[in-house]
């Protein structure tokens, strides 16, 4: 039987955590995964429902991790155990009749913030709201975003919860920083903030930091938020990055190559496929690099090649008895994977499928970066993934591969990326780690210096 921990069990780290919650009222926590965020809100919470500074807590996360992960974490951790939770996902009468229990943590999935805010208009009841991954509400002209802001009037604290906060740019940040702060540090709009901080180009379409401009945004945040990485922190088993690089036969590259150029193809069914834009050639050559391709806006698909799933079939074999986490990008992906490795299971929703994982029951688990990405525990199932096909965003990429190198992996943790030679696979790789190393420079810069000093 899993030993229930208790208040005691908490590093002090994340004692650090729930002091800057409960003393600031709203932050933004920037932590690695793995460090706890989850427990060191539910703590915050709790001593503030306990000394009536709250009266109710909403929770807004990904679908999978309202269903299942913020209940768990009260039932493994004695201080929280006597929280009442309700999930409120599901059909609108589900979350209606979710939303009239006696609860202390009510969860909802971020799609359905919106209705939610609909529901109450001004009796809003939750004085407290935690965004379990703040970055998806990075985008201040999506709805989820709108509805939000309505609300943040009528609560007192709000907590955001992320390792990525910036997953593309500093231009993520503003939508972040403004539920916390009301547009105090970063400005009230949007439009205003890269005009204060940012520089066109001639198109009009991307902005870059003015100069100086990265160093004046650290310092108008740093009150709200607190960083930490897990390197500085957790004690983690090796974490090893390798490519696996994989030649295609010479008359696929050399289409994909004309392809490419011209943005007509004739496959070797016959079949015709044309980009029409820079973004469609983009998702074309991807889908070409793993080994099919969309003939069709219906979804019908052509395999062009298998080297990707023979590589795939080697890295099994070469691996008796280990199991694997596989990335898929496309469904033309997922259809293939499943024909060639019957045996392996697709991550759904259910809460079983994740058990009979981390149980060691399924050798090759098969999952969406997008759906397997936030929130999930999956590293006493395995140490090994292959990304079969890459994506190209930076916080899919670096949650996915942190389901498994995580506090309670015990077994260094192999990243397999299937790199197909002469195609877009390479560039998408490098394209990963410049963001990468745009986002370090931010949570580098808003580290404390020491534990103390927060």
């Known amino acids: 039987m899993k030993k229930v921990l208790d208040r005691c069990d908490l590093h002090a780290y994340q004692e650090t955590a729930i002091k800057f919650i409960k003393e600031k009222k709203r932050v933004a926590l920037w932590l690695d995964l793995g460090l706890g965020k989850t427990t060191s809100s539910l703590t915050a919470a709790s001593d503030l429902l306990d000394s009536l500074a709250v009266q109710r807590v909403l929770v807004i996360a990904p679908l999978r991790v309202a269903n299942s992960v913020w209940a768990q974490e009260c039932r493994q951790w004695e201080q929280l155990r006597h929280l009442r939770v309700a999930v409120c996902t599901g059909s609108e009468k589900q979350r209606l009749s979710a939303l009239q229990n006696e609860a ?11 209705w939610l805010v609909k529901h109450y208009t001004k009796k809003w009841p939750f004085d407290a709201v935690i965004i379990d991954e703040s970055s998806s509400f990075k985008n201040p002209g999506s ?47 949007m439009t205003a903030y890269k005009q204060r901080f940012f520089e066109q180009d001639y198109m009009g379409y991307n902005y870059t930091p003015r100069k100086g401009a990265e160093e004046q945004i650290y310092r108008l945040v740093e009150p709200y938020v607190l960083s930490m990485s897990a390197e500085d922190y957790l004690e983690l088993p090796e974490r090893i990055d390798l490519e696996e690089h994989i030649d295609l036969p010479a008359k696929t590259l050399a289409a994909y190559i004309d392809f490419e150029k011209t943005l007509l193809a004739e496959l070797e069914n016959g079949e015709e496929i044309e980009a029409i834009s820079a973004a469609a050639l983009a998702n074309k050559l991807l889908q070409w690099a793993n080994g099919a391709v969309y003939t069709d806006e219906h979804g019908n698909w052509a395999e062009v090649h298998k080297a990707k799933l023979d590589a795939l079939a080697e890295i099994v074999e070469q ?26 299971v697709v991550l759904d929703k259910s809460a079983e499928t994740i058990t009979r994982w981390n149980n060691g029951e399924i ?35 670096q949650q996915f591969n942190a389901r498994l190198h995580r506090q309670g992996q015990d077994r260094p943790v192999r990243i397999v990326h299937l790199v197909a030679e002469g195609t877009i696979d390479h560039r998408v790789m490098t394209v990963l780690h410049n963001k990468d190393a745009n986002q370090n420079n931010l949570l580098q810069a808003l580290k404390p210096k020491t534990i103390e000093s927060v």
């Open 104 to 114: 202390d943590i009510y969860t909802i999935n971020r799609e359905n913030i919106p």
């Open 143 to 189: 709805q989820r975003f709108k509805a939000l802001k309505k609300i943040l009037p009528y609560t007192e604290y709000l907590v955001e919860l992320t390792g990525t906060p910036s997953p593309n740019s500093l231009l993520d940040l503003w939508a972040q920083i403004y539920l916390i702060d009301f547009g105090k540090a970063l400005g009230r709009t």
């Open 363 to 397: 050798p090759m688990l098969l999952a969406h970066p997008a759906s397997a990405g936030h929130g999930l525990n999956l590293q006493r199932g395995g140490a090994l993934a292959v990304w079969f096909g890459l994506c190209w965003s930076l916080e899919n990429y």
């Open 319 to 344: 691996n008796d008895g280990e199991n694997i986490l596989v990335a898929y990008n496309y469904k033309s992906d997922l259809a293939r994977l499943r024909k060639r490795f019957p045996d392996a």
